[in-house]
């Protein structure tokens, strides 16, 4: 199984950014999906969720109405649409599975079954 982030640059505040995670080697749609962050001298966080049929996701509070999780599961991948973006979104930002959960669930838990390697967001004030 893998999972490929993309998406991640430099970015001045205020600004938008898309990352994308596309997975191969798993049945996608059997999955939920989440995105992670973790800023220099912090633990990793959680940001999103998504679960695999895509009808539900989860924020954490810092970012909602910011961001945004969807999925493409004809494609296998997932997104994070980031806006009005601010310096403490700087961090590195992975992509994670969870085989059959809800997005709340992964939001209360990192334990998944697969990261990817990560992607960096660098938020300039």
């Known amino acids: 199984v893998q999972l490929q982030a993309s998406g991640g640059g430099l970015v001045q505040a205020g600004g938008s950014l898309r990352l994308s995670c596309r997975a191969s080697?798993?049945?996608?749609?059997?999955?939920?999906m989440g995105w992670f962050r973790q800023a220099p001298g912090k633990e990793r966080e959680f940001v999103a969720a998504?679960?695999?049929?895509?009808?539900?996701?989860y924020y954490a509070d810092s970012v909602k109405g910011r961001f945004t999780i969807s999925r493409d599961n004809a494609r296998n991948t997932v997104y994070l649409q980031m806006n009005s973006l601010r310096p403490e979104d700087t961090a590195v930002y992975y992509c994670?599975?969870?085989?059959?959960?809800?997005?709340?669930?992964?939001?209360?838990?990192?334990?998944?079954?697969?990261w990817g390697k990560g992607t960096l967001v660098t938020v300039s004030s």
């Open positions: 998504i679960a695999g049929g895509g009808g539900s996701t």
């Open positions: 994670a599975a969870r085989f059959f959960t809800t997005a709340q669930a992964m939001g209360v838990s990192a334990t998944m079954d697969y």
């Open positions: 080697g798993l049945t996608f749609s059997n999955y939920g």
